[in-house]
């Protein structure tokens, strides 16, 4: 998250720096380079916004991520999803049929999922 924020601040440092290039010369290549770091800017920041709506939410009484709520228990299982790569989620199944799969790649995966294992299980 550190290093994406650097990107943005970094890459809009040099849209302006060559947009006063452009300003100065009245060089083509400047208005070019501009448009290639606001590019990349943008970009940046679709991708910030992006992974900050994908976060897990773990409250007192349930659990949500992206469109998936749902209160500890209406869980009716909980099961270790294989993905590529050797990496495992944790696939939450309501009892409506309705499930999702949290990803291991948010911060401090590994307590994030023995906490809903724990929450889960004591609702059941």
Do not use: H
């Amino acid at each position: 998250m550190q290093r994406a924020a650097f990107m943005a601040v970094l890459s809009f440092l040099f849209f302006l720096a060559m947009m006063v290039g452009f300003y100065l010369r009245q060089n083509l290549g400047y208005f070019l380079l501009a448009s290639a770091f606001l590019l990349v800017y943008l970009a940046t920041m679709l991708s910030l916004f992006s992974q900050r709506r994908t976060a897990v939410n773990i409250f007192e009484n349930g659990i949500t991520y992206k469109k998936f709520s749902a209160r500890w228990d209406e869980i009716s299982a909980t099961e270790t999803a294989e993905r590529p790569g050797g990496r495992a989620g944790l696939e939450l199944r309501k009892r409506t049929g309705e499930s999702v799969t949290l990803p291991d790649t948010v911060n401090d995966a590994e307590r994030m999922l023995s906490s809903v294992r724990q929450r889960v299980s004591k609702a059941a």
